[in-house]
């Protein structure tokens, strides 16, 4: 079988978990709120724009550097449909880890094979640590083409936000942890745990210069703009804030977009016990609707839904026609639940992230997700209908 110009082969399938899942509860919505702002940089990003000039999707694709691979590991996913992993400098470097993942199907849905200015794209998100045992210190994505019309490639563009003036732009890292990315319309929204959503523009992808160092950032006294050797940028456009009155604020580990309500879908990274650098107690979803007719959150949005959840260390979620499916990395299983038809348990994959929905009009619809794990870095897919219950 071939997919995105992979030949893939046999796996063995693992079924859902004899053993029934207790279910989520439902949480007052009201709590939940967002507030948004899509033209926050607008004076030093326009100015940006100006002077370095942008690059068209197309453009990046064209201009891709790196070899995405077939998968070598045996998943033993049930529904496995076949995916990619990255080259072995990004399979195996201990100080970059992809999070979140996306695709172009997101951005406009089925029309035109899920095609964003010409390509199907898968879209990951990564976090950088300053060593392998560092702490955070910029984020990217990595655009990679899913369409056997054009080569195997992908190309990394890094994330940043702008700052100085109009008479001077300039732009810096922005170091978050990047664990979702969802991707609607022109928009890409980005987690960050202790905020809601930053905003990025895919119309606006600036060019930089190569050949400066690898700790160069921004504009240089010689009017150069350099950025860690990268020869795109992404820069924010704005931020969408989230507010809660329950008195625990959302720890946002990781989002999704859901084409059938228009919403996006957030879930929290928690544990039942023992941690320290994530809180103990039980995770919460929400899910926060988009504005009517657009891709944009309205200035302040309140939640259509929240849930309490049952399961542990949370870092992938996915809503569809009702349904939500939530990975843990924890227990390497993904959880399954409706309100009509109760829970269900499946075996996962370890180092589990993020989860995004691919709609079909002819073939199976599909469930994207990824690993983080060193140098098991698998991008994969599987046919939804095998985790619905």
Request: glycine share 10%.
């Amino acid at each position: 079988m071939t997919v995105g110009g992979l030949v893939l082969t046999a796996t063995t399938l693992i079924g859902p978990s004899s053993a029934a899942a207790a279910g989520p509860t439902t949480l007052p919505a009201s709590q939940f709120t967002l507030t948004s702002n899509y033209h926050q940089f607008d004076t030093v990003l326009n100015s940006l724009v100006s002077t370095l000039g942008t690059a068209a999707v197309h453009t990046v694709m064209d201009n891709a550097n790196h070899d995405r691979v077939g998968i070598t590991d045996s998943l033993g996913l049930a529904g496995y449909e076949g995916g990619f992993r990255f080259d072995s400098g990004d399979n195996g470097d201990c100080t970059n880890y992809p999070q979140g993942v996306t695709t172009s199907r997101d951005a406009i849905g089925t029309a035109n094979s899920g095609n964003y200015d010409g390509h199907q794209l898968v879209v990951v998100s990564w976090y950088t640590k300053d060593g392998c045992d560092g702490g955070g210190t910029r984020s990217r994505v990595t655009l990679v083409d899913w369409d056997a019309t054009y080569p195997n490639k992908y190309r990394k563009v890094l994330l940043v936000e702008p700052t100085g003036t109009a008479a001077t732009p300039n732009f810096k890292d922005i170091p978050i942890h990047a664990g979702g990315v969802s991707w609607y319309g022109d928009y890409l929204y980005v987690a960050e745990t202790g905020r809601g959503m930053r905003v990025f523009d895919m119309r606006k992808i600036l060019k930089t210069n190569t050949g400066g160092t690898a700790a160069q950032i921004g504009r240089q006294s010689s009017g150069v703009y350099y950025a860690h050797n990268y020869a795109y940028v992404l820069p924010q456009i704005g931020t969408v804030t989230a507010a809660t009155t329950s008195g625990t604020s959302l720890v946002w580990s990781t989002i999704s977009l859901d084409r059938v309500s228009r919403s996006i879908v957030m879930t929290e990274y928690t544990c039942a016990s023992g941690c320290t650098a994530y809180p103990n107690r039980a995770p919460r979803a929400v899910r926060f609707p988009f504005a009517a007719g657009v891709t944009t959150f309205a200035s302040t949005t309140t939640a259509s839904q929240a849930l309490q959840l049952p399961w542990y260390k949370l870092n992938g979620v996915a809503s569809h026609n009702g349904r939500w499916w939530f990975a843990s990395s924890g227990a390497k299983q993904l959880y399954y639940w409706t309100p009509a038809a109760g829970a269900s348990t499946y075996s996962w994959v370890g180092g589990a992230e993020s989860i995004s929905y691919w709609e079909d009009t002819t073939n199976p619809d599909l469930l994207w997700s990824l690993q983080e794990t060193l140098g098991h870095r698998n991008v994969f897919v599987v046919q939804q209908a095998s985790y619905d219950g």
